[in-house]
């Protein structure tokens, strides 16, 4: 059993920060890359940003040198530091990490069940 708990959103005024955590627990080998996705209503799920497992990580465009990501091997948790909020930063926050159960089995994905960001104006 893999889960993936995601904590910090919250409502905050266009400016303002706030600092996503997820951290994977259960029964696993291994975690490969992590990251952040997010969805609003009536549209597709968007990468956020990702980080490998090397520290390597990489940004959608429209949160580039606001928001910034990293990660912690030991504790299998990855943090996204998010400045500068936008209204249009507004979105439910959903973690996804590349998980191997076993030595040999593979990786695949698992996600959070979410956390609501809202950003007022």
């Known amino acids: 059993q893999v889960q993936l708990v995601e904590s910090g959103g919250d409502l905050v005024q266009a400016g303002g920060s706030l600092r996503l955590s997820c951290v994977a627990s259960?029964?696993?080998?291994?975690?490969?890359?992590m990251g952040w996705y997010r969805q609003t209503p009536g549209k597709q799920r968007e990468l956020v940003a990702a980080?490998?497992?090397?520290?390597?990580?990489n940004y959608a465009d429209s949160v580039k040198g606001r928001f910034t990501l990293s990660r912690d091997n030991a504790k299998n948790t990855v943090y996204l530091q998010m400045s500068s909020l936008k209204p249009e930063d507004t979105a439910v926050y959903y973690c996804k990490a590349e998980v191997k159960r076993y030595m040999y089995s593979d990786f695949r994905d698992y996600w959070g069940q979410g956390t609501q960001v809202t950003v007022s104006s």
């Open positions: 259960g029964n696993f080998f291994r975690v490969n890359d």
């Open positions: 980080i490998t497992n090397g520290g390597t990580s």
